[in-house]
């Protein structure tokens, strides 16, 4: 099942530069996004999410822009910090299926100090 | 800040064997989800549950496993007769209400679970 896919497995950034984390996505029903932080040996940590009705979300450091035709979206970190440094996913659901989220396969961020 | 609890964090057991995780949801959340994650693999989602019913259940979860939510605080994930391929973390999530909505789900620590 690949309806959500991070095509890069890792990243590598210096720290204060901006990191930006890529998501594709193939089912058009998807209405909600999120992208979780995870360190090992923890539970993912909510980040930030954005529904199909905007393009773009803020919150603080941490900005997701979504692009519905290309069905793409992408997590802006900026500036990077060295305690960014874990493995990021992109998840996705749509309405009336349980909630259930669709995750990617994971992007592990690395922010050189 | 209110979080979703898991025990254990790790649990060994042998093939054949039951095995419940437990998860104490956050508080005033109504949805409870199960995710479980093989190593070196995507998060997939076995199971949500509400309203003391499932919601949503995955090809995953087939009959050898089973949701319960015995009192008011806790959710429970049985594995009836576990297999090796059962080895994996498992994460328990809840959101507050999830009903058409579109809310966040907040995840637990996870259980490790290892099947021998």
């Known amino acids: 099942d690949q309806q959500v896919k991070q095509n890069s497995p890792s990243l590598s950034v210096q720290e204060g530069r901006i990191s930006i984390l890529n998501c594709d996505y193939t089912?058009?029903?998807?209405?909600?996004f999120l992208w979780y932080k995870k360190y090992p040996a923890e539970g993912p940590t909510f980040l930030i999410s954005?529904?199909?009705?905007?393009d773009k979300n803020e919150d603080g450091r941490f900005t997701v822009f979504l692009n519905k035709s290309a069905k793409h979206l992408s997590l802006h970190i900026v500036p990077s910090q060295p305690g960014d440094s874990a493995v990021y996913f992109c998840?996705?659901?749509?309405?009336?299926?349980?909630?259930?989220?669709?995750f990617g396969g994971g992007t592990r961020l690395m922010v050189k100090p | 800040e209110p979080e979703v609890t898991q025990t254990p964090s790790h649990q060994v057991t042998q093939m054949g064997q039951e095995v419940i995780l437990r998860c104490v949801p956050i508080?005033?959340?109504?949805?409870f989800y199960w995710y479980r994650q093989i190593l070196g693999q995507k998060v997939e989602f076995l199971v949500s549950?509400?309203?003391?019913?499932?919601?949503?259940k995955s090809e995953i979860f087939d009959d050898q496993f089973s949701v319960e939510r015995p009192d008011g605080s806790n959710f429970t994930l049985k594995i009836r007769s576990t297999k090796l391929e059962d080895s994996a973390m498992y994460f328990c999530?809840?959101?507050?209400?999830?009903?058409?909505?579109?809310?966040?789900?907040?995840f637990g620590p996870g259980t490790r679970l290892l099947v021998l």
């Open positions: 999530a809840s959101s507050p209400t999830g009903v058409g909505l579109q809310e966040t789900q907040y």
């Open positions: 089912n058009s029903m998807f209405d909600y």
């Open positions: 954005i529904s199909s009705i905007k």
């Open positions: 998840a996705a659901s749509r309405r009336y299926a349980g909630n259930m989220l669709t």
């Open positions: 508080s005033n959340h109504l949805y």
């Open positions: 549950f509400y309203n003391n019913e499932i919601s949503e």
